[in-house]
């Protein structure tokens, strides 16, 4: 009996659970010198984060949302990006939006984006007056005023809309449609930001993504194709007519504003190469095909320009499902440093 | 057909090459027909782990997959939930290259490749047997000796019995809205038997749940987990007058469930819905001609499912899928005596399987799959050589698109074994298999998924093992080692291929396993009225990524294959009373084959115990009731990330039987 007495105590004590993480209190010191990176994670795996790198030192803190906020981000962060003293995170699985305040990203409020149970699904944000529209995979661009921090009204464009930007009074949205695949969608909605209307429907080619603004007010759209038959291209709209002007018969994948220009970036998942041209709007060239060497990533997950040291941050997600890296090059493609970040990186929002 | 028949035609000739038909023709040792009843071995085997009625009864598992978690050198992959998805890796290698059998009939999915094992229940099961490296059975289906691992399961209904009337009834009441009733009855004379069974469960799955959202407890209460599931079947048995043995089965099955998915952080909605309905006609010829034991058999299954999602955000309004999978299956086994310690044992198999899905333009595969067997055993006093070769040929056909290549393989199998040797009965083994696992249907065909270019996922496995009994007075303990070493090459994974949301099957990975299994029982009788048993399992199992030396997971353990895995069993009985303790360890996991924090999920250990009496009613009638509490310290934990399991539950079982 003694045996068994040993044994059943040795079960007691192992089959205890753990022990609960004591909540921290969140340090409100002002960020700077650093940069936040959105990591969106792997679907369902709830692992989305943001890593605070510290230019300094050049450690990356992954748990920088949960030093902040105590809890984690979600499921697959889409989009960050920075309005009146606020940064908005778009997270898509979990159908949230969190709000941090910018100087110190502590947490101001989290936006639930569901629509009578059901997850609206929200991909990206821009902002335009008092305003952020985001575009929600049921079809919707959701309005939300930037001081109640309140979904204001639901405007109704195409399928699965994705990338959104604001040129001339207008915000253009691209539908991609791509949870039909593969009957995707081909048009941008254009809504007047007077009315918080769609006015219309252009079409550009299958499955438009990233929609991108040149310094000249013309609306470039990435219609990515079926992946096969029909290429990814870069079409050109007219934001006075809102006419398609042009379609340029090179490879896209993304479009980074870097003054007159645009990094198109490009990934082709064929035969796993990255490839980063530079495209003139004004000359509407490309001026540069190869800008960085592609031996530099394993795979080039985007890519963002900083103005205000002229850098190219690249992001490299490495096999997907292991954590990824942001690569740093001069403007002429020489390449500098990297940053070991989370899983999948995808944008940033950088601190002087 | 005439592909099935071309394919048969060709093992059967490879079988012949290999020298069936031996013209010498002795009398076999005693071999038991109904042989696919294993009886609990008196020590421990080293190819074969089986679990009796008696302990599947102690144990109450919710379906088969927590059995055979108990094995040692198992890995589970559970998704929680009453019929929610089990599936089993054995030694680090995947769970689609194992072989299920039931009745000696092989369960057979070539839509997904591998079996659910949370929807086979254990109400009517006599054994269930996990096999690696040599024949486990008799009269198999050449199949089973060719795969990876075999796991085989024997049921009430499928055998002769002495007794002319039997009939088992059981009824469990369990926590978040578990109802069981199944009802079992089997009339047998001289030379016939039949038996009809079926089996009504339902569950609302409703239970709470607590995770660890960065520095706050979340809890919560699972939503969508309902189900409903039914089986009913009949079986008669006949013998003739030349003792040739004939069995008829037909079963069918069916689920209603939903599927709550993993727990979404910030966003519960689940309304996922699956639900599916199976018929299966099974036909068994066996009988001795001279020295040859055979076996014919044949296999009609028709596999249908059902899977919606209303609140996917497609312009249909969301998702209804309907898959329909039929197999199949013909063959032929033959064991022979050649001389008094030679034996020949082989077979051929064929398996046609098809696969229709409701929406056009899909891919409309359609897959012949043949195998041909021939092994040698050479038997001495003390030591046994078994000698396997085994060629598999597959002919694939799609009529909406590209197709795979056709293949063909021979494999080998080789073992060494020495018996019973010295005063402590040791034994000792040695063997090595080579395998492959065909892609799945899915992995070939489905949608942007699919990979047609797809090629074999092969496994190399090396085993060398002992045991001991070395007491055997009023105590009696057995224990076992197994030091395994395998490798898997051209592993089947999903990529990204077209963007993050695109994700198809590629033959990018290798993985190496090194580890070992331990197992050691201990009977003791207590004075004159008190027995106690106890069984210690416990597995070691580094399986790493060697894919690629620069990547930063080589090395690293592969996602959800945890190191340390085992369990402890205790029961102690008084006559008809008794208590049973039960243990499930688990070190941590990774989600990911990255061995960082982010991706870990916390080791567990779980301790069920258990209350039970029987009772003897009348003549040849008994009554059992069992009271048991699973999870007891109500312990918060999840086998795969995020999907959260049950904590402290309750389970009230009543069995009456007669004979």
Known sequence: MRLIKTVFLLLVLIGCKPKKVTPIVPDSTSLKNGMMVLCEGLFQQNNSAISWVDFSTGISDDLFFTNKTNRLLGDTGNDIQTYGGKIYVVVNVSSTIEVLEKSTGIPIQQISMMNNGISKQPRSITFYGSNAFVTCFDGFVDVIDTVSLTVTKRISVGANPEGLSVSNDKLYVANSGGLNSPNVDSTVSVISLTTFQEIKKITVGKNPGSVEVDSHGDVYVISRGNYSTIPSRMVKIDSHTDLVSNTFAFDAGGIEKMGEDFLISYYNYATSTSNIAIFNTVSELITNSNLIDNTQFTTLFGVQFRASNSKIYCFDAMGYSNTGYVRVFSSTGIYETSYHVGLNPSKIIFYD | ?659
């Not at chain 2, 109450?60 to 040692?72: L, N, R």
């Not at chain 2, 699972?222 to 039914?230: K, T, Y």
């Not at chain 2, 079986?235 to 008829?248: C, D, H, Q, R, V």
């Not at chain 2, 198809?504 to 190496?512: A, D, E, K, L, P």
């Open chain 2, 1 to 659: 057909m005439n592909l099935s028949l071309l394919a048969f035609s060709f093992n059967l000739t490879f079988v012949c090459m290999l020298g069936y038909g031996q013209d010498t023709l002795k009398t076999l040792p005693e071999v038991e027909v109904s042989a696919f009843e294993i009886n609990r071995i008196k020590t421990l085997d080293l190819t074969s782990q089986t679990y009796s009625k008696e302990q599947i009864l102690l144990n109450q598992p919710e379906d088969i997959g927590a059995v055979i978690q108990k094995f040692s050198g198992t890995s589970m992959r559970n998704y929680g939930g009453l019929g929610g998805m089990k599936t089993v890796s054995v030694r680090g290698v995947g769970s689609q290259h194992s072989t299920f059998l039931i009745d000696g009939f092989s369960l057979v999915n070539t839509q997904t490749g591998q079996i659910n094992l949370g929807q086979i229940q254990t109400d009517n099961v006599e054994s269930i047997s996990l096999s690696v490296g040599g024949k486990n059975g008799f009269l198999l289906p050449a199949s089973s000796y060719i795969n990876g691992s075999v796991i085989s399961i024997n049921t009430f209904e499928n055998n002769f019995s002495i007794e002319t009337f039997k009939l088992k009834y059981s009824s469990r009441i369990g926590s978040f809205g578990e109802i069981d009733n199944y009802l079992s009855m089997k009339y047998s004379k001289s030379n016939l038997f039949i038996s009809v069974f079926g089996k009504y469960r339902q569950a609302k799955g409703n239970y709470d749940y607590t995770l660890q959202n960065g520095n706050i407890l979340y809890q919560g209460v699972r939503g969508n987990n309902d189900l409903v599931d039914w089986y009913s079947g009949a079986t008669a048995g006949f013998k003739l007058k030349n003792e040739a043995k004939i069995k008829i089965n037909y079963k069918t099955n069916g689920a209603n469930q939903g599927l709550p998915g993993s727990v979404v952080l910030y966003n519960t909605t689940a309304n996922q819905r699956l639900s599916t309905e199976s018929h299966s006609l099974n036909l068994d010829l066996s009988h001795q001609c001279k020295s040859i034991y055979y076996r014919l058999f044949g296999t009609l299954n028709h596999d249908w499912l059902h899977y919606t999602d209303p609140f996917f955000l497609n312009n249909s309004g969301g998702i209804s899928s309907v898959y329909t999978n039929n197999s199949y299956q013909m063959g032929l086994s033959f064991q022979q005596l050649i001389r008094n310690n030679v034996s020949l044992y082989g077979g051929i198999e064929s398996r046609y399987s098809d696969l229709k899905f409701s929406s056009i333009n899909s891919a409309l595969p359609k897959r012949i799959h043949s195998f041909g067997l021939i092994g040698l055993n050479l038997h001495r006093e003390k030591w046994k050589t078994e000698i396997q070769l085994s060629s598999q040929q597959i002919m694939e056909e799609n009529n909406m698109g590209e197709r795979a290549e056709n293949r063909f393989k021979i494999n080998p199998f080789l073992s060494f074994e020495k018996i019973e040797f010295g005063k402590w009965k040791w034994k000792f083994k040695a063997w090595y298999r080579n395998s492959f696992r065909m892609p799945s249907f899915n992995e070939l065909y489905y949608n942007n998924i699919g990979n047609v270019k797809l090629k074999p996922e092969e496994a190399h496995q090396f085993s060398i093992g002992f045991s001991t009994t070395p007491l055997n007075t009023e105590m009696k303990v057995n224990f076992l080692v197994n030091v395994f070493a395998n490798r898997i090459q051209n592993q089947i994974l999903a990529i990204p291929t077209k963007n993050l949301f695109v994700w198809s099957m590629q033959n990018i990975g290798f993985v190496n396993t090194f580890g070992y299994e331990s197992r050691l029982e201990i009977n003791k009788l207590i004075g004159k009225n008190w027995y106690s048993e106890a069984t210690f399992n416990y597995t070691y199992q580094y399986s790493v990524d060697v894919s690629d030396s620069k990547s930063p997971t080589y090395l690293n353990q592969v996602a959800y294959v945890p190191k340390h895995t085992g369990n402890i069993d205790f029961t102690l009985k008084r006559k008809d009373i008794g208590i049973h303790l039960s243990t499930t360890i688990s070190s941590l996991r990774y989600s990911l084959t990255e061995n960082i924090i982010a991706n870990q999920i916390n080791g567990f250990t779980l301790l069920d115990a258990s209350f039970f009496t029987k009772i003897k009613l009348a003549k040849k009638q008994s009554f059992r009731i069992q009271f048991s509490v699973k999870n007891i310290f109500n312990t918060s934990y999840s086998y795969m990330r995020y999907f959260v399991m049950p904590g402290r539950n309750y389970l009230i079982t009543l069995n009456y039987a007669i004979n």
